[in-house]
């Protein structure tokens, strides 16, 4: 088969996205390649597509066993010979596909980097018909990454061992920097380099200042995305947990997933969560690379992350099947704060003034009134237009500025007369006139500057002060105390302005009711779901690897009559429509008699 003919009737795809052909064709040429798409861009098909066009086996080195399950199971609903080795394989099912690697019957061999360490499975390696290597997530090359992993980076030993074949990288986030690490780390020679657009249209991006402890906040985000599924991503365990049980008792299926859960208990959940049984995971980041779940509807932060590149991948979970999908993001100053000083006990300084940068971006990412996928593209080097209605900050009506100046020399001045030795809390409460142990120990209520902002609620005063943070009017130094910066002192002497969103002050949240027009799906989409749920269980697959979102909103669409008509769906190559084109068909044969 030739290519077009391999991506219409395997993977059910009647075109190529952008440079998904390029890709296919660096590698069938023999080149060296590395791609930067976005998750979701459709990096997968990139190598598996070439790899039936080649004889031998393709070497796939993915970091995660439940990312490798799952890409084997979705290839071969797709008809397509994978296997994977990992260590939580019996020896007697490793020595299987051993056999059937010999017998040159597997396309795709998916394996952890730590695999490839081994001088025996090297020496196996050289005895097989190797097409060429794939790196997946390769920014766990580089340092200059958020997800180093020393066993990647030993990856660079392939190009010795086996140095006529050809690698493809890929990735969903790098710098240029961290572009140029991978490229050097893997050996790559005079690579075919393809970057796709950072710009992920579908996902609207938002990003907003905690209030309270934020539940008003994401109780009105999730009404919008009743029965959809979703991830929660919280800080730490206890919070997972807390706000797991917050929701149920607001009536959401929503279960906790963090390193401290049993595995057993952990993998019921994951397995729940793609197939739809449950719709939200509360989860610190221990739950998220190997999710490959395409129908996920929304992505919440109930705090800061610590790197774009972690947001970016964790907002990027959602939506991988091109449909409209949402991202909200909570944060405050402290978050930022607590971050920082979790790094102090870092040993290199150099890295820790990496990172300290990478958390100092983020915040100013969550904090901006730019467009954010506009700061997104900033971010990694990619030239991105403003979104327009995309984003919060796009969308979100102009708003009238109030000049608070009087407020910020206060502020500022209140900084100073404490000597610069206190945080936040305590310089408001001491402007608030507050009757805190701390403060009369200190005798700060001696301060001229005590109870002079008595007329603002703490809540206004930490929004000021994040807007004083913003313009780098303060800074924080050790101990979460807060410092002036030189240009605070213009403010004090009254030759610079401050001005802040009206918004900002003087407001709460209130909760939203629930909108009918956010009810995206319709009774036919309902119909197929719940006929995908039931294969789902019979043939104990996830849902989404039956059919995708995209694949039901299609079928909804055109409502297909025969065979012809079916495999014009999204979606539904020959090898789907055998398996469940059937059962399908009568339905949607049904549905349209319904409507007719
Ligand atoms: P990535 O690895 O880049 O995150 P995937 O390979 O998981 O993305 O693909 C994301 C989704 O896009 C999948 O549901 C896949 O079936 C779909 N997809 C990939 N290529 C195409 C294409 N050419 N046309 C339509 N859908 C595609």
Sequence with gaps: MEKLEILEKIFGHNAFRTFQEDAVDAIVEGRDLLMILPTGGGKSLCYQLPSLLMDGVTVVVSPLIALMQDQVRGLSENGIEARTIHSDMSEEERQVVFMELKRGIVKLLYVAPERLSSMNFIEFLTTLKINFFVIDEAHCVSEWGHEFRADYRKLGLLKEYFPKSTIAAFTATATPKVAEDIQKALRLENPVSLRGSVFRNNLKVSSEKRISNGRTQLINFLNKHKNQAGIVYTFTRKEAEQTAAFLQSKNFSAYAYHARIEASEKEKIYQDFLFDRIDIVVATIAFGMGIDKSNIRFVAHTSLPKTIENFYQEIGRAGRDGLDSETLLLYTKGDEIQKRELMNNIDSEEYKEVLYEK???????????????????????????????????????????????????????????????????????????????????????????????NDRSKNEWGMIADRLFELELVGVGEHRALKLTQKAK?????????????????K???????????????????????????????????????FSDKTLVDLSKKLPQNREEMLDVHGIGEVKFERYGEKFLDLSLELKKDLS
């Excluded at 000049?403 to 409460?429: C, E, M, P, W």
């Excluded at 030759?495 to 918004?503: G, R």
């Design 359 to 453: 958390l100092q971006k983020m915040y100013h990412f969550a904090l901006s009134s730019s467009c954010k996928h506009k700061l997104l593209g900033v971010y990694f080097g990619d030239k991105v237009e403003v979104c327009e209605t995309k984003c919060g900050s796009c969308l979100k009506d102009p708003v009238a500025q109030l000049d608070v100046t009087k407020a910020a020399q206060q502020f500022l001045s209140g900084i100073y007369r404490v000597g610069q030795k206190f945080g936040q809390n305590h310089v408001i409460d001491l402007l608030r006139g507050s009757k805190s142990e701390k403060l009369l120990n200190f005798e700060h209520d001696k301060l001229s500057v005590y109870g002079i902002g």
């Design 490 to 506: 213009e403010v004090l002497k009254g030759t610079l302005k401050v001005w802040i969103d009206e918004d900002k002050v003087g």
């Design 508 to 546: 709460g949240v209130k909760i939203v009711k629930d909108e009918e027009d956010n009810e995206p799906k319709n009774e036919l989409f309902e119909s197929f779901r719940t006929l995908r749920r039931e294969i789902a269980t019979e043939f104990d697959i996830p849902a989404y690897i039956v």
